[in-house]
Structure formats: structure tokens, C-alpha cells
Nanobody, 124 residues
Framework: QVQLVESGGGSVQAGGSLRLSCAAS????????MGWFRQAPGKEREGVAT???????TYVHSVKGRFTISKDNAKNTLYLQMDSLKPEDTAMYYC??????????????????WGQGTLVTVSS
């Protein structure tokens, strides 16, 4: 059974940084496409970043140059380094695993697994 557990959320002021972590277990981690999506209060889910098994990455336009997705296959852990945070980044952040297709198009119904989320709050 696939399990994803996020950590690292918190409250920061605008311009600050946070690093989110996602510990994975229960499957061959390195063979999956992984990613982060977020959901702000009253808004729809939004794909933020993905990283494929070959290390290639994608980002939503609003976080390009500020967020960096990475993974450590030996530790089965996914990361999201978030710098220059803005109040509009405030959301619950979730890590996800699935096929390259599901994450590239952010087809949430096709994801294989996602975590319980970690809350990021950015104040102005």
C-alpha cells in the first residue's frame, strides 16, 4: 500500500523560505513520477511542480524561479524548496505519485497516491 507523508509546513513572512518533505513507502518510489499540488481556501487544486523518474521537472508559471522540486531516491523522499514566498502561496500542500501522464496534466482522479497535506501560511 502506497503511503506519502508530508512535513515542513508552517507560517512565514513574505520573502521567507520553507522546505517541504514527503516520505514515501510501500512501492518502488524511484519509478514513479512525483509532484506537489496545493489547495488554497475556497480555490481549486493546483499542480505546482513535478519530477519524473529521469529527474526532469516542470513548474506552474507562478512558482518558476522561486520553488525547486527534488528527490532523494535512497531516502525515498521528495522535497519542495520554496523561496521568496508570497501571501498567494498560502495553501495546503500535498505530495502526489502517479504516472507521468497523470501528473503532467494534473489529472487528480488518476493519481496513484497523495498525502494528508501540510499547511503553508505566508503573511504580508
Amino acid at each position: 500500500q502506497v503511503q506519502l507523508v508530508e512535513s515542513g509546513g508552517g507560517s512565514v513572512q513574505a520573502g521567507g523560505s520553507l522546505r517541504l518533505s514527503c516520505a514515501a513507502s510501500g512501492y518502488t518510489y524511484s519509478s514513479y513520477c512525483m509532484g506537489w499540488f496545493r489547495q488554497a481556501p475556497g480555490k481549486e487544486r493546483e499542480g505546482v511542480a513535478t519530477i519524473d523518474s529521469d529527474g526532469s521537472t516542470t513548474y506552474v508559471h507562478s512558482v518558476k524561479g522561486r520553488f525547486t522540486i527534488s528527490k532523494d531516491n535512497a531516502k525515498n523522499t521528495l522535497y519542495l524548496q520554496m523561496d521568496s514566498l508570497k501571501p498567494e502561496d498560502t495553501a495546503m500542500y500535498y505530495c502526489a505519485a502517479g504516472s507521468k501522464w497523470a501528473l503532467f496534466w494534473w489529472d487528480f482522479n488518476a493519481l496513484d497516491a497523495w498525502g494528508q497535506g501540510t499547511l503553508v501560511t505566508v503573511s504580508s
